[in-house]
């Protein structure tokens, strides 16, 4: 595509094709989207019953383009003339006609309709307050896409080095049509073309109430700049009063601390009840942990370290273990004549070995193997229970 002065670049686009059949409007909608100048990404065309199903289904936040199509759509190739619309409406008004129009300074193109084909469209639109940036009919559009133009639909269009070549009906219409080595609908190059023509200035191509469309776009930009500042107004608003909210919480914090520290005279007698019930409570925990055996913990300790050949990894000893799980409020239950040990080896005979040894002590009253599992490189993991003599 040739590139023109940039004017406005919507992001998302619907474009209403309206195609009379007889008397009778059949409505289709496409969107194309975009993230840069010169790519689009479309949606697949739907149909609707009315204009407002089409309307509630796309919203009013997005801009709109009606390409008009179809009978009574007339479309002529002539050369161009000052005051075109006068050549070709010979008897009539040209006020009474929409024209959409391309001239190459040598050779015009322009299909045109009477305005009061599409009247009620156009009123309901203004009443439901949407966003309608231009008014398009025919092919010709498609002549603003490429210097180089080899498209058949229902007209065979040429163009080379900007200059129209071709521009007359097909006998033997086509479905799609070649451009830029893919192939199109003649809708799809007709979405791609009108939202080309609202981001780029070519003075060749023109419609009627060029003016009044150029200014809904200009309205258009500054409410979605306006409906950005606004959101963005809101967010500044919610940030100060969540700031505010933190500070003031912040100062709620600080009273509250103040009277805590005030009230900390007042609690003294009471903290320290508590802390002795408290280290009554641990000095019942440690008893029964065992302290009070016949026999010093690190005498376990001692031997069972002695004992352990090179060939045995200790990873874990556990000294009179927890029963259970613990839970709040509940009694810490503890097996005072059991030591369980996990580690890993790289054979059982030296691991039995060590079983063996270990039950000669005269504190051992068994020693039970609860978990042997080799891993792939014939290292095992291993879990000892040992029960003790009181």
């Known amino acids: 595509m040739k590139q023109f002065s940039n004017i406005w670049e919507p992001i998302k686009l619907v474009v209403i094709f309206l195609h009379f059949d007889g008397k009778e409007a059949e409505f289709s909608a496409q969107k194309i989207r975009t993230r840069k100048l010169s790519e689009g990404t479309l949606d697949v065309r739907q149909r609707f019953d009315d204009l407002n199903e089409l309307i509630l289904h796309y919203g009013k936040d997005i801009a709109y383009h009606i390409h008009v199509s179809g009978t009574g759509i007339l479309t002529r190739k002539l050369n161009s003339v000052p005051n075109i619309e006068e050549e070709l409406i010979i008897s009539g008004n040209p006020n009474d006609f929409h024209f959409t129009r391309y001239d190459d300074q040598q050779t015009t193109v322009a299909s045109f309709f009477r305005k009061e084909l599409i009247e009620e469209c156009l009123l309901e639109i203004v009443e439901r307050k949407v966003h309608l940036l231009g008014l398009t009919s025919g092919l010709v559009p498609l002549l603003i896409l490429n210097e180089e133009l080899s498209i058949d639909f229902s007209w065979i269009i040429r163009k080379k080095n900007d200059e129209i070549?071709?521009?007359?009906?097909?006998?033997?219409?086509?479905?799609?049509?070649?451009?830029?080595?893919?192939?199109?609908?003649?809708?799809?190059?007709?979405?791609?073309?009108?939202?080309?023509?609202?981001?780029?200035v070519d003075?060749?191509?023109?419609?009627?109430?060029?003016e009044a469309y150029a200014k809904a776009r200009v309205n258009f930009r500054q409410f979605k700049q306006f409906k950005v500042l606004g959101i963005g107004l809101l967010i500044g608003i919610l940030l100060s009063l969540i700031v505010n909210y933190l500070y003031q919480n912040s100062l709620n914090?600080?009273?509250a601390q103040l009277e805590l520290d005030?009230?900390?005279?007042?609690?003294?007698?009471?903290?320290?009840?508590?802390?002795?019930?408290?280290?009554d409570r641990k000095e019942q925990l440690v008893l029964s942990a065992g302290v009070n055996s016949s026999r010093f913990l690190s005498l376990y300790l001692d031997e069972i370290g002695a004992s352990v050949p090179k060939q045995i990894n200790l990873i874990e000893m556990n000294l009179f273990p927890i029963i259970g799980k613990l839970k709040d409020k509940r009694k810490v239950e503890i097996d005072q004549n059991s030591i369980v040990i996990t580690g890993s080896t790289i054979g059982n005979e030296t691991l039995d070995d060590w079983m063996e040894q270990m039950d000669r002590f005269e504190w051992v009253a068994a020693i039970e193997l609860i978990n042997y599992q080799k891993d792939e490189n014939d290292r095992a993991d291993f879990t000892l229970t040992i029960s003790l003599n009181n």
Not at 203 to 210: A, D, G, L, P, Q
């Open 165 to 200: 070549l071709r521009f007359e009906r097909n006998d033997q219409p086509q479905v799609r049509s070649e451009f830029n080595e893919n192939h199109y609908s003649e809708y799809e190059l007709l979405v791609q073309a009108i939202h080309y023509s609202l981001r780029n």
């Open 253 to 255: 914090t600080s009273v």
């Open 262 to 279: 005030l009230s900390l005279s007042n609690d003294n007698l009471a903290l320290m009840d508590r802390l002795e019930q408290e280290l």
């Open 203 to 210: 003075e060749r191509f023109s419609v009627s109430e060029n």
